[in-house]
């Protein structure tokens, strides 16, 4: 576990810090489009570089990594429920991790950066970059996927 955190603060750090973000994350047709102005305005920097651009918020910085209340969690993108508080546990990564998303709720594509080829995660319908799959979850699935706070809205049931 603690090999886990050690290696996913680093890797968030050098992502958050280190490397200039993609120019454009995800390509194709999406049900929820905008101009690159219209995302601009509609998010901060942060959240722009997160979810067009494909970076990693600092570890430990979303308030929605603690947040274990009831309720769903969706694409500040476009609203599109993503994953219920059903399927969160703590990781101890720093950032919100789920074992399992909501049906029909996010695509995957592979990441060969930074050496590695890891499984990323978007929304399916606007194409947000949302975080990473990883086999080292819990039960039932084996799955963490490993999201961004500023990707998501948490709404309370």
């Known amino acids: 576990m603690l090999r886990r955190h050690f290696l996913t603060t680093a890797l968030g750090a050098v992502a958050f810090t280190g490397f200039p973000a993609r120019a454009q994350y995800v390509e194709g047709d999406f049900e929820v489009t905008r101009t690159e102005a219209e995302w601009r305005q509609m998010l901060t920097d942060l959240e722009y570089r997160v ?25 500040r993108g476009c609203d599109l429920a993503l994953y219920s508080s059903e399927t969160k ?14 049906e029909n709720a996010i695509g995957t594509m592979q990441d060969r950066s930074f050496f590695i080829t890891r499984t990323e995660c978007h929304c399916r319908r ?16 084996g799955e963490r996927h490993c999201l961004n706070g500023v990707s998501l809205v948490f709404r309370a049931a």
């Open 51 to 75: 979810m067009r651009e494909g970076a990693t918020e600092e570890p430990y910085s979303s308030p929605l990594d603690a947040n274990y209340a009831d309720g769903i969690y969706h694409c």
């Open 126 to 141: 606007c194409g947000s970059h949302l975080g990473h799959i990883f086999d080292d979850g819990p039960p039932p699935t």
């Open 89 to 102: 546990y703590d990781s101890e990564t720093g950032w919100p991790s789920f074992y399992a998303p909501l």
